[in-house]
C-alpha cells in the first residue's frame, strides 16, 4: 500500500521553513511591533499596512512552522496523488492568505484574507471531488465558514464605523472613546458569529468533522493547527478592546465552555480516527475561547501556551492518522490493533503526541494544562466550567489513548494485513519531530517566555507575565491530573460500551444544530418554487400588474413621506400643445372603450404621434423626430407580431375589465403625474447643461449640443452603443429565423 | 388586391424615397440643427417596417442600402475609423479633426464627425431595419404557407370566419 516514494514539490517546505526562520530572527532582533506599508491601489490612495507584533508573530510562527512539517509531510502523503500539484498550489495559497490575516491592519484585508482562507478551505475538503460526500462536506464548510464571515463583515464595518477607522492598531487606541457606543453590542453580536463559524464553535461546529474528507496535510494543517484559529485569533486581537466588557466576557464563557464540553462528548460517538480528532479539535477551540472570556492575567498566559500546546499536539496526531489511513486503507478504530510492531516510528510519535494532549507531566501540554486551570480558578467563572474541566480533561486522555495505544498495541480487533508496514521518512518524520518538541519543550518551558510573554501582552495590555514553569511540586496541578488521568483511564477502557450507550441517544441527530442546517438547506428548493409559483406563473397580465402595483406604492411611499412642493400653475401653452393634449385624452379614453387588439394598437400608436407633437412644440425637435420614427416602426412590428399570434390559434376572450385593473391603471397614471411634477419642482443642477451649452461651438464646431455630446464629447460610449445595437441583432436573428423555420413547418403541416 | 397595390405605389414610389431622403438630410443638418445619426437611422428604420408591410419584406429588404446585418457592421466600422485619425495626429482616439476645403468664394467644413455620425447612423438603420424584417417577415411566410395551403383562403377570410365560429 504505502509509497516509499517522495515528492519533489516536498522542496517547497523551503518557503514555510524560510519565512519562519525570518520571523523568528525578526522577534529575537526585538523589532516588534512592526508595521509595514505596501502601495496596493495608489490611485485610490489604498494601502496594505501589515502590523506585526507578538500575537500576530505567534500565529505567523505557528502558520510557517507548522506549515514547514505539513508541505514535508504532504510531500510522502501525496506522492501517489495525481493532484498533488493542486494540494501545494492549495497549501501555498492557504499560508499566504493565513499570513496576510493575521498581519492585516486594515479590517477589510483581514476580511479578504479571511475569505481567502474559507475558499481555499473549501477547495481542499473537495480535494477528491469524485466522491460526493467530499463535495457535500466542502460545500457544508463553504456555506458556514463563507456565511459567518458575511456576518463578520458587517460587524467589522459596523465596527469601524463606529469607531471612525478601519486600522485596527486606531481602534484598540481609541476603544474607551466609542466602547460605550449603543452599536457596539450589534457589531460583536456579527463578529461572534464570524468568529464562531470559523473556529467550529456551537452551534456551528458540526462543518468540522465533515470537513475531514480532506487530504490528511490539509487537516492537520486547515482544519486543526491554523485555519480554525483565525477565529480565535480575532478574538485574541480585539481583547484589549472589548475584554472588560460583561457581554463578551458572558458570551465567550458560555459558548467556549460548552463547546469544549459537547465537543468531546461527541468524540465518543464516533469510530473514525480523523473524525474522533476533529471533536477534539473542536473542544480545545472551546476551551481557548472559554479563556480569552476570562478576565485576568493568567487566562492571557493560557491562551497563548495553549494555542501553541494544541497545534504541536494535534498536529501530529493527525499525521498518524494519515499515516494510518496511508498503510491500511482505514481509519475506523474497530479495524485497527497491533499496527506498533509493524510502523514503529509513527507508533513512537502518537504515543508523545498523546501524553502532550493528555497534559501528562514532563510535555508541553501539562504545562498549558497547569494554566488553564489555574487561570480558571483565578477568574471568577461559573462553578459548571470548572466541573466541566474534569470532564473534558478525562476524555481527551481517553482520546489520546485510542489515538496512541488502542490502535497500535490493542490486541483485539482485527489483525492488520500481510503488506502494512511503515511509509516513507517524509510521513514519519514530521510527526516525530513536531510531537517530540512537544515533549521536549515541557522540562523547558522557559525557552517559551519570550515568546508567550509578548504575545499575551499584546492581547492584555499592561499584564504582569508570571514567566512559565515547570515544577512537580505544585499540588494541585498534579492532583489535578491524577484525577484526570484516572478518569480518562476509565472512559478509556469503556470507550466501547459509552460508544455504543451515546450512539443510542437518537434525538442527538434529531435536533442537533446539523439537521437545522440540512432543514435550511432542504428550504431553499422549497421556498425557490413556491416564489416561483407566486411570481413566476407565466401569465402576462400578471406581471404587469405586480410591476405596475410595485412602482404605483413606491412613487406614492415616497410622495407621502417627502411631501414635495407643487409647482404653481403657469401661463396657458401653445394652442399646438393643448391641441395635442387633447388629442392625448381623447387616445386614453379610446383605449379604455375598443376591445379589438389591432384597433388598440392603431389608437395607441395615436398616443405616440400626440406625444411627438408635445414635444415639438415645447423645444425637443430631437425627441419629436425620433417619436414620429419609433412610432412607425414599432406599430408596424406590433402589427405583424398581432397577426402571427392570432394565426398560432384562438387565444381566448380578451380579459374582462375589473376594478382591480382600473385602480391599478388610475394608480400608474397618478404615479407618472405626481414623479413630473415634483421634478418640474425640484431645483436642477445645470453645471453639465451649462458646460456643454458654452464649449458646443467653440470646442467640437457644432450648435446641435444633443448631437455634439453624442457624436463628439462622448463619443466613445456613442461607439459603445452602436456595438451594442449591431450585437443585438445579431444576437437576434438566429432566434428569429429559428421561429421562421418552424413557422414555415407549421404553416406547411396545416 | 386592389388596395394593397394602391397602397403599395403610394408606399413604395413616394414615400419610401422621401422618408430615406428625409433621413439622410437629417443626418446632414444634424450638427448644427435638430437631427443626427441616431435620429435619421430610426427614420429610415421607420420607411423599411413601412415598406415592408406594403410591399413584402423581401423587396424592402432589396432596397436596403446593403444587406441589413453588413449595413450594421459597416456603421460600427465607420465609427471606429472615424477615430483612428486623431491617433495619427496624436490626440487620444475619437478626438474629432477638422479640415476647411476652401471652394472657391466660401469653404466647405469636413470633419471626421461627420463619419462617426454616417456609422452611427447605418447601424442604427441596418440593425434595427433588419429586426424589424425579420420580425415582420415572420408573418409573411406564415401567410404564403397558409394560403397555399387552404386552397387559396387569405388569412383576412380565415380570420373572419374564426372569428364567427
Not at chain 1, 499515516?323 to 481509519?331: K, L, S
Not at chain 1, 401653452?573 to 387588439?597: E, Y
Not at chain 2, 438603420?125 to 424584417?133: D, M, S, V
Amino acid at each position: 500500500m504505502s509509497a516509499a516514494t517522495v515528492s519533489r514539490l516536498g522542496w517547497l517546505a523551503l518557503v514555510p521553513a524560510s519565512l519562519c526562520a525570518g520571523a523568528g530572527a525578526l522577534f529575537a532582533a526585538g523589532r516588534l511591533p512592526l508595521l509595514i506599508t505596501l502601495p496596493w491601489v495608489p490611485a485610490a490612495g489604498a494601502e496594505l499596512t501589515l502590523h506585526v507584533d507578538a500575537l500576530a508573530l505567534l500565529f505567523v510562527l505557528l502558520i510557517t512552522g507548522i506549515g514547514t512539517f505539513v508541505f514535508v509531510y504532504a510531500a510522502g502523503y501525496s506522492a501517489d496523488d495525481p493532484g498533488r500539484r493542486r494540494l501545494f498550489a492549495l497549501l501555498l495559497v492557504f499560508m499566504v492568505a493565513m499570513i496576510g490575516c493575521v498581519t492585516a491592519d486594515n479590517l477589510l484585508a483581514l476580511f479578504a484574507f479571511w475569505e481567502l482562507t474559507s475558499v481555499v478551505s473549501f477547495l481542499l475538503v473537495g480535494h477528491h471531488f469524485d466522491t460526493e460526500s467530499a463535495r457535500k462536506s466542502a460545500q457544508q464548510a463553504l456555506l458556514v465558514t463563507g456565511g459567518g464571515g458575511l456576518a463578520l463583515l458587517a460587524g467589522l464595518v459596523l465596527l469601524a464605523e463606529t469607531g471612525g477607522s478601519y486600522s485596527l492598531v486606531a481602534l484598540l487606541q481609541s476603544a474607551p472613546g466609542w466602547i460605550d457606543d449603543p452599536r457596539v453590542t450589534p457589531a460583536l453580536a456579527c463578529i461572534f458569529i464570524g468568529t464562531f463559524t470559523k473556529s467550529a464553535q456551537f452551534p456551528f461546529m458540526f462543518w468540522l468533522p465533515n470537513a475531514m474528507s480532506a487530504p490528511t496535510p490539509a487537516s492537520a494543517y486547515l482544519h486543526s493547527a491554523t485555519m480554525v484559529k483565525l477565529g480565535v485569533y480575532l478574538l485574541c486581537r480585539l481583547h484589549p478592546a472589548f475584554g472588560s466588557l460583561l457581554l463578551w466576557q458572558e458570551v465567550l464563557i458560555v459558548v467556549g465552555g460548552f463547546t469544549s464540553v459537547v465537543g468531546m462528548l461527541l468524540t465518543l460517538r464516533e469510530r473514525d480516527l480523523k473524525r474522533i480528532l476533529a471533536w477534539s479539535t473542536a473542544s480545545a477551540l472551546g476551551t481557548i475561547t472559554l479563556l480569552i472570556g476570562i478576565p485576568g492575567d493568567g487566562a492571557a498566559t493560557a491562551t497563548a501556551a495553549l494555542l501553541l500546546a494544541h497545534a504541536m499536539y494535534k498536529a501530529p496526531l493527525f499525521f498518524v492518522a494519515g499515516n494510518i489511513d496511508h498503510a491500511t486503507g482505514t481509519r475506523r478504530i474497530d479495524d485497527l490493533s497491533a499496527l506498533a510492531p509493524l510502523m514503529p516510528f509513527t507508533a513512537v510519535a502518537a504515543l508523545l503526541a498523546a501524553v502532550s494532549m493528555a497534559g501528562m507531566p514532563l510535555s508541553f501540554g501539562f504545562i498549558a494544562k497547569d494554566l488553564v486551570s489555574l487561570a480558571k480558578a483565578e477568574g471568577s467563572v461559573y462553578p459548571w466550567v470548572g466541573y466541566s474541566s474534569l470532564v473534558v480533561s478525562a476524555i481527551s486522555v481517553a482520546v489520546a489513548g485510542v489515538a496512541a495505544i488502542r490502535v497500535f498495541w490493542h490486541r483485539g480487533g482485527l489483525a492488520p494485513g500481510p503488506d502494512v508496514r511503515e511509509g516513507s521518512v517524509a510521513l514519519w518524520l514530521p510527526p516525530l519531530l513536531l510531537a517530540g518538541l512537544g515533549v521536549v519543550l515541557g522540562p523547558l518551558p522557559h525557552l517559551l517566555d519570550p515568546l508567550i510573554g509578548a504575545a499575551a501582552e499584546a492581547m492584555r495590555p499592561r499584564l504582569e507575565y508570571a514567566g512559565l514553569r515547570f515544577s512537580l511540586e505544585d499540588g494541585a496541578a498534579l492532583g489535578a491530573v491524577s484525577a484526570a488521568a484516572l478518569a480518562g483511564v476509565v472512559v478509556f477502557l469503556n470507550w466501547d460500551r459509552l460508544h455504543r450507550l451515546l450512539e443510542r441517544v437518537s434525538w442527538l441527530d434529531r435536533f442537533s444544530p446539523l439537521s437545522g442546517y440540512q432543514a435550511l438547506l432542504r428550504g431553499i428548493p422549497a421556498t425557490a418554487a413556491v416564489s416561483t409559483r407566486l411570481f413566476q406563473h407565466g401569465g402576462l397580465s400578471g406581471y404587469t400588474a405586480i410591476l405596475i402595483g410595485a412602482v404605483v406604492s413606491a412613487v406614492g411611499l415616497a410622495w407621502t413621506v417627502a411631501r414635495p412642493p407643487l409647482p404653481a400653475p403657469g401661463a396657458w401653452p401653445d394652442l399646438a400643445v393643448i391641441g395635442a393634449s387633447a388629442l392625448l385624452v381623447m387616445v386614453a379614453i379610446s383605449v379604455c372603450v375598443v376591445r379589438d387588439s389591432f384597433l388598440l394598437l392603431l389608437v395607441s400608436g395615436f398616443a405616440g404621434l400626440g406625444s411627438a407633437i408635445v414635444f415639438l412644440f415645447l423645444g425637443a425637435p430631437d425627441l419629436a423626430f425620433t417619436q414620429f420614427a419609433v412610432e412607425v416602426a414599432f406599430v408596424a412590428v406590433t402589427a405583424a407580431i398581432l397577426l402571427r399570434l392570432r394565426r398560432a390559434g384562438p387565444t381566448g376572450p380578451a380579459p374582462r375589465p375589473s376594478a382591480l385593473r382600473a385602480l391599478l391603471a388610475l394608480g400608474s397614471g397618478a404615479a407618472v403625474a405626481a414623479v413630473l411634477l415634483a421634478a418640474v419642482e425640484g431645483p436642477a443642477n445645470r453645471l453639465l447643461s451649462g458646460f456643454f451649452s458654452a464649449q458646443s461651438v467653440p470646442q467640437a464646431q457644432g450648435r446641435n449640443v444633443v448631437n455634439v455630446i453624442i457624436v463628439d464629447f462622448r463619443a466613445l460610449d456613442t461607439l459603445g452603443e452602436i456595438a451594442v445595437v449591431g450585437a443585438s441583432l445579431l444576437a437576434a436573428l438566429p432566434l428569429l429565423r429559428l421561429a421562421a423555420g418552424l413557422a414555415r413547418r407549421d404553416g406547411g403541416r396545416r | 388586391m386592389t388596395p394593397r397595390s394602391g397602397m403599395l405605389d403610394v408606399v413604395g414610389r413616394v414615400l419610401y424615397p422621401a422618408m430615406l431622403l428625409g433621413s439622410v438630410w437629417i443626418l446632414l443638418r444634424g450638427h448644427n440643427a435638430p437631427g443626427g445619426g441616431f435620429i435619421g437611422g430610426m427614420v429610415a428604420v421607420a420607411a423599411t417596417a413601412a415598406l415592408a408591410v406594403a410591399d413584402g419584406t423581401a423587396s424592402a429588404r432589396r432596397r436596403m442600402l446593403l444587406e441589413p446585418l453588413r449595413l450594421a457592421a459597416a456603421g460600427v466600422l465607420l465609427a471606429i475609423l472615424s477615430g483612428l485619425p486623431a491617433l495619427l495626429a496624436g490626440k487620444p482616439f475619437l478626438t474629432h479633426l477638422w479640415f476647411d476645403v476652401p471652394l472657391g468664394a466660401g469653404s466647405l467644413a469636413l470633419s471626421t464627425v461627420y463619419v462617426f455620425d454616417l456609422g452611427v447612423w447605418a447601424t442604427v438603420w441596418g440593425a434595427l431595419g433588419g429586426l424589424c424584417l425579420q420580425v415582420i417577415g415572420l408573418d409573411e411566410r406564415t401567410e404564403v404557407a397558409v394560403s397555399g395551403a387552404n386552397g387559396g383562403v387569405t388569412p383576412v377570410e380565415r380570420e373572419r370566419r374564426e372569428t364567427r365560429a
